[in-house]
């Protein structure tokens, strides 16, 4: 699948290597080794997590309510 997107927290030093790719449902895999196992996630799943991680990292210094979990406008794919 094309489409791919790697999430702005990623280093280059191979950490904290995620991508997401939207396509009907929400997937997810390590970008470290991309052919290992691909979560895949329904828009509700999706949403609900991401709510989670918002809620969560609310306390931390320097996090805002958009760093890193903004939308990308594709149906069922809020956060990605």
Do not use: H
Not at 32 to 55: E, K, P, Y
């Amino acid at each position: 699948m094309d489409g791919w997107r790697k999430s702005s927290y990623s280093d280059g030093n191979g950490g904290q290597c995620v991508e997401v790719a939207c396509d009907g449902a929400v997937l997810v895999r390590d970008t470290t080794n991309r052919d290992g196992v691909t979560l895949n996630l329904t828009s509700d799943a999706w949403r609900t997590w991401i709510a989670s991680l918002r809620i969560q990292l609310r306390g931390l210094a320097g996090f805002t309510s958009s760093a890193g979990l903004t939308s990308s406008g594709s149906p069922g794919c809020e956060g990605y």
